[in-house]
């Protein structure tokens, strides 16, 4: 069965305090890793996307990469308004329009 | 502003109301998505349009009713809904095999 995991549930930073968070995947024949940001009450905001190990992907302070078997979110001295829901999602070669979301990282950088 | 409009925002019903949720793109995207997302939970797809041709339907239960008339617009229609059906509805589009884009998302509350 497909699974998207992604760790830790939650993850309090100090501003300024880098740290990455993970996505970890079991599918057969992945055709692309999204990442996504979502604040509160809003809908999910669409940051990257990876298509093969390897390939790595930065915008500002964020930085994703992916290997066979996950993708990291990397975040180099976050601010506040870092803060919010980091979603993970894959989709496979025999999904067709289906993508698979992960549970989400909450991300709280405190001042 | 993503290019995806939800309305409404908010919504209380009651089990025996009819209500509809509307979706509207303006990225000229041809694929439209509903997505349920619930406290906790991954986000879990409901239906997926393609060039207004209902392309999967993740066996949802029939007091969700879609309609899409054209590939800009998108409705949920919603009758005799049961109290676990309160989440936020997501709303998303793509074009070809991009990343999806989501709407602000529709709050719904049944009581």
């Known amino acids: 069965e497909d699974q998207v995991t992604q760790s830790p549930e939650a993850l309090r930073l100090q501003e300024g305090e880098s740290s990455s968070l993970n996505c970890s995947y079991t599918v057969s024949g992945l055709r692309g890793l999204f990442w996504y940001r979502q604040d509160p009450g809003k809908g999910p905001e669409f940051l990257f996307t990876l298509y093969s190990a390897g390939e790595e992907k930065e915008k500002e302070r964020l930085k994703a990469t992916l290997t066979k078997k996950e993708s990291f979110l990397h975040i180099t001295a976050p601010k506040p308004e870092d803060s919010a829901t980091y979603l993970c999602a894959v989709r496979k070669e025999t999904s067709g329009s289906r993508l698979t979301f992960g549970e989400g990282t909450q991300l709280t950088v405190n001042p | 502003e993503t290019g995806v409009t939800q309305t409404p925002r908010h919504l209380v019903m009651g089990m025996t109301n009819k209500k509809s949720l509307k979706c509207e793109q303006h990225?000229?995207?041809?694929?439209m998505y509903w997505y349920k997302q619930s406290a906790k939970k991954p986000l879990e797809l409901m239906f997926v349009?393609?060039?207004?041709?209902?392309?999967e339907n993740n066996s949802v239960p029939s007091r969700f009713s879609p309609e899409c008339p054209n590939s800009s617009h998108l409705f949920l229609h919603l009758h005799t809904l049961q109290p676990e059906d309160s989440a936020l509805y997501l709303c998303a589009s793509r074009y070809g095999t991009g990343e999806l884009f989501f709407g602000e998302g529709s709050r719904l509350t049944v009581l």
């Open positions: 349009y393609n060039f207004k041709e209902q392309t």
């Open positions: 990225l000229g995207h041809n694929a």
